[in-house]
Every structure is written in structure tokens, then in C-alpha cells.
């Protein structure tokens, strides 16, 4: 899609993007929407390469602070110029066929389509993780101009959609941690997350309810949703999302326990 009739001159599709020290992943992505009429990364500030692959490739990008999720995102939609926007994050990309998908659906969808689901296939240590509750992980992210917001917090952002939406059927693809060491960093990052706002003295209620919690995440992940049937990598799925669980409870508790220091009078 790169030339347009003299009469319609305004992109059709444009792809919007947050990022920040992402070079080792978003040339896969920029490669898979190479057919898109516009790519707006918006940066928060990366000390690699991100912003000069993104230059070389051609995507316009924008220096911003970090604002959380949902206002990154909504500023990278603000800055697009196409009819349909769609949304990745720096470590998806799109396979041929959604490429397909996607550029069909946009050009015969209907007045009153304002939007399209895809299913999420994520891949980790080696393998396209399908069970465990990681898939179809249906997203929202493609959306006609000026039907669209983004909301939630920095743990549950969405993108929210006026009007009809429809599903497609190729994934999405989520090359979701870089290794181990990754998830777990982005586990004690969101636990942290998860409590911020959290008033309250320490209770030990908080860490024996996160066991039992956390036990039942590894059933849910391994067993219910039979994450087995993914080999080691759906049980270091299992293991971590339980593990995240009471990291969550734990940091509620370690939280309290600061507020409680915080009131105690100076002796």
C-alpha cells in the first residue's frame, strides 16, 4: 500500500508504537508491517539503537517521558494520520497471512465497523505456547480514526472502541519475554506496580492467602488450563505466574509495614 489514487491522498492504515531500548526487538516488527502506509513510534527515551532503526526504516519517531500505558499509547494513536490505526507493542509483529487479513478487512469493512479483534499467539523459550490461558488472548487493536481511547492503568490497559467490532482469525505474534531473566524482572516490575496505591498496615493474612492463591494459579496455568500439554516452557509458566501471585500478596505485606514505619513516632 504504498501508492493512493490522486482523490485520497490520506494513509489508509497506520501502525502506532511505544518503545524504549528495543533494538534487539523491533526490527522484526517493522519488517512485518513493512506494507503499512505509516509506522509512528513513540520513544521514552532509549539508550540503544531503537530510535535509529526505527529512522532507517522509515517510521516517524517521537521523544516523549514515560506516561504510563495508556497515555504512551494514546499519544502514538494522537500522532497518526491513517484511517485505521493499529496498535503493537515493540516485541509483536505480524505474520504474512494477518498482513492479508488485516489489509482486506480495512478495505471492505463496513461504515458502522469501527474495529477488529485478533487472537495472540506468544512465543517462549523456544516454543508457541498454546495453553496455560496464554491463547487466543484475544486483543483489541485495530480501530477506525476517532472511535477509539485508550484506558485502564499501567497494568490493564485497553484500547476501547465506540461502535461495532468484529474478530479476526490469524494471530497476532507475541515474542512475549526475551528469556527467563526477563520474566522475571517483568514480574518484580509489575508486582511493584501492583501495590502502589495500596493503604494499609501489614497483616500476615497477606502472605498465607498468597499461598494458597499462588497454588491455585499453578493449578489453573498447569493443570485446568493444561499448560502441561506445552512442555517445560508451560511449566516455567506455571511456576512464574504462581510465583508472581505471591509476590503480589508478599508486597502488599512489605508495603504495610513501610506505611507502619512511616506513622510510628520518632523515639
Not at 68 to 87: C, I, R, S
Not at 176 to 183: A, E, F, K, P, T
Request: proline fraction near 4%; charged fraction near 25%.
Amino acid at each position: 500500500m504504498t501508492d493512493h489514487p490522486a482523490h485520497n491522498p490520506k494513509p489508509l492504515l497506520s501502525v502506532a508504537v511505544i518503545a524504549r531500548d528495543e533494538a534487539d526487538r523491533i526490527p522484526r516488527l517493522l519488517a512485518s508491517v513493512a506494507s503499512a502506509d505509516e509506522v509512528v513510534v513513540v520513544d521514552s527515551g532509549s539508550s540503544d539503537a531503537t530510535v535509529e532503526i526505527c529512522e532507517s526504516r522509515g517510521a516517524r519517531v517521537i521523544h516523549h517521558a514515560w506516561m504510563g500505558y495508556p497515555a504512551q499509547k494514546q499519544l502514538a494513536m494522537d500522532n497518526t494520520n491513517g484511517e485505521w490505526v493499529l496498535h503493537l507493542d515493540a516485541d509483536e509483529a505480524l505474520s504474512d497471512e494477518s498482513v492479508s487479513e488485516i489489509l482486506n478487512a480495512i478495505k471492505t469493512a463496513a461504515p458502522e465497523i469501527k474495529g477488529f479483534t485478533m487472537p495472540r499467539l506468544s512465543r517462549y523459550l523456544n516454543r508457541w505456547i498454546r495453553h496455560g490461558g496464554w491463547y487466543p488472548d484475544r486483543k483489541l487493536r485495530l480501530n477506525r480514526r476517532g472511535c477509539a481511547r485508550w484506558v485502564g492503568d499501567n497494568l490493564h490497559e485497553r484500547l476501547e472502541v465506540s461502535g461495532k467490532v468484529e474478530d479476526l482469525k490469524h494471530p497476532l505474534l507475541h515474542y512475549v519475554y526475551r528469556d527467563i531473566s526477563d520474566q522475571i524482572k517483568t514480574i518484580d516490575r509489575f508486582s511493584g506496580i501492583s501495590v502502589e496505591n495500596r493503604l494499609g498496615p501489614a497483616s500476615w493474612a497477606y502472605v498465607v492467602w498468597g499461598l494458597f492463591h499462588a497454588a491455585g494459579k499453578f493449578l489453573e496455568c498447569a493443570v485446568w488450563k493444561l499448560g502441561i500439554l506445552d512442555g517445560i516452557p508451560g511449566l516455567v509458566i506455571a511456576v512464574n505466574s504462581a510465583f508472581y501471585v505471591f509476590l503480589k500478596h508478599a508486597r502488599a505485606w512489605e508495603k504495610g509495614l513501610a506505611d507502619n514505619d512511616e506513622r510510628a513516632p520518632n523515639l
